[in-house]
Every structure is written in C-alpha cells, then in structure tokens.
C-alpha cells in the first residue's frame, strides 16, 4: 500500500497544471484532485464514467456542502499501472 500511494504521489507531482492540484495525503486511502476555483467536479463525473473511470464529487464528502471544486480518489484497491491509467483517462475526459 505504501509503495502505490509513494509511486502515485510522485506522478500526481508530474502531471499536476494550473488548472488542477493534487493534495498529499497525511493518511487514509484517498488523493484529493483540487480543481480550479468554481469548477463542478459532479459535473464532469458522467464523463469520468464515459471514459471507463470514476471518483467521487467532494460535496458527496462534505456536510456543508463545500468541495465543489474537489474530486477524491481512491488508490487502496488499484495496482500502479492501474492508478496511471486512471489518471490519464480523467485527464483526457476532461480536456
């Protein structure tokens, strides 16, 4: 586990834009995807689907609310190559 989440910090750390930021972890099994301000991330989750991957919406995990902007990602049951994969299919559903 620790050895997906190291190898899946360091690819969030080269493929993050100005557009999006990842968020490092303290624990847990979730990455944090930081969209730009005002961004929807429920609205760009039927696209995820389309494209073979999902994440669940940060209002999904806030009370208020919040997070609109933000999108959780879930590494404990992926392998690497799997998580890599992922990534590039939310990156290109998105673009």
Do not use: K
Not at 24 to 31: T, V
Not at 48 to 70: E, M
Not at 71 to 87: K, N, Q
């Amino acid at each position: 586990m620790r050895s997906a989440h190291r190898r899946w910090t360091r690819h969030s750390r080269n493929t993050s834009t100005a557009s999006a930021r990842w968020q490092r972890p303290g624990g847990g099994y979730f990455f944090w995807l930081e969209l730009a301000d005002g961004a929807d991330a429920g609205a760009l989750e039927a696209a995820a689907r389309a494209a073979g991957t999902g994440f669940l919406p940060g209002t999904a995990c806030s009370i208020s609310g919040g997070l609109r902007h933000c999108l959780r990602l879930s590494f404990a049951h992926y392998s690497v190559p799997e998580i890599h994969e992922g990534i590039g299919r939310l990156a290109r559903a998105f673009t």
